[in-house]
């Protein structure tokens, strides 16, 4: 398995408030983003894999509605994570 227990509890325990606490926005979308690391870089391998071409782009997604969500609530806290992350241009 590619991710285990401990790295996920370490991207709640650095990106989000606390470690049991996995419904923080920050959280998830940094979790989001290392698995949508991980399948770009299986997609690169397979290309013909559409079942995780389809995984892949409703990660997308749901980072990107966390995002808008981030952007409306608080922007400060969106540029934060947007930086930590690198996600943006």
């Known amino acids: 398995m590619y991710l285990t227990k401990e790295q996920k509890a370490s991207f709640f325990e650095t990106y989000g408030k606390s470690k049991q606490n996995t419904g923080s926005a920050e959280g998830q979308i940094a979790l989001f983003t290392y698995r949508i690391k991980h399948l ?49 241009k």
């Open 40 to 88: 770009t870089e299986h997609l690169k391998e397979h290309k013909k894999d559409l079942n995780t071409r389809r995984s892949l782009v409703l990660l997308v997604g749901k980072r990107r509605r966390l995002l808008d969500y981030l952007i409306k609530t608080d922007i400060e806290r969106y540029r934060h994570i947007i930086k930590e992350l690198g996600i943006r």
